[in-house]
């Protein structure tokens, strides 16, 4: 099994809702990150677990909160949000050392 | 800081034409290079990669060269498909870990 699964892949949330991004992978990798993407641009790094620790934080603010319950999942749970976070949200996996990515479809997040 | 720079797109192009596409990147020290490719719809895959000087990476055709001279990772193919049509990043990791840096991302369009 070589994917990344992300659900949902579409979302449309209120500003004033609450709701959690799931990303899933069970090739062993020890280091996960999730990426926010606006259309045709690159991706942008917002958090990296690194052995289910939280080892980098792209000064992402707060009304985005990631978990890692264990070696295979990860969650971002979003709280709050402004329409300007509108985008494409995606995961990625790695070995410890990051010489390939893996990364998911994505989950498509609209702000209302 | 570390950076690259690709050529901008859109690029449009007929079946069976020449592909290149232009990066260049600033780095201390020996980075490594990496080309991905986003089809409409999903995530980043890892196209090819090259980890040292006068290393060519290649897959599905696709041929890239590490000119450490120039600075240089840009990405050829000798006939392109319908298929191709993705957008192209081309990004690079510093030999001191840390995360991928990202290029812009070149469109491309192949028309039959």
């Known amino acids: 099994d070589t994917e990344v699964t992300q659900t949902p892949k579409h979302l449309v949330m209120g500003m004033t809702n609450k709701k959690s991004l799931k990303c899933e992978q069970h090739m062993g990798h020890r280091a996960m990150y999730w990426y926010k993407q606006k259309a045709k641009k690159p991706p942008e790094l917002m958090f990296v677990y690194s052995y289910e620790k939280l080892s980098i934080n792209e000064s992402v603010p707060s009304r985005f909160s990631p978990e890692c319950p264990n070696s295979s999942l990860l969650n971002l749970h979003l709280h709050a949000l402004q329409p300007e976070d509108s985008a494409l949200y995606l995961c990625?996996?790695?070995?410890?050392?990051?010489?390939?990515?893996?990364f998911g479809s994505g989950t498509q997040l609209s702000v209302l | 800081g570390d950076s690259v720079t690709q050529m901008e797109g859109p690029v449009t192009l007929s079946e069976e034409a020449f592909l290149t596409i232009n990066c260049t990147y600033t780095a201390t020290g020996y980075p490594s290079l990496f080309w991905y490719v986003q089809y409409p719809g999903e995530g980043l895959q890892l196209l090819l990669k090259a980890t040292k000087a006068d290393d060519k990476g290649s897959n599905k055709g696709f041929e890239a060269t590490y000119r450490k001279e120039t600075t240089s990772f840009h990405l050829e193919k000798g006939s392109v498909q319908v298929s191709d049509s993705a957008v192209y990043f081309c990004?690079?990791?510093?030999?001191?870990?840390?995360?991928?840096?990202f290029g812009q991302g070149t469109e491309l369009s192949v028309k039959p």
């Open positions: 990004a690079l990791r510093s030999n001191q870990g840390g995360k991928l840096i």
């Open positions: 990625a996996s790695s070995q410890s050392r990051p010489e390939k990515l893996f």
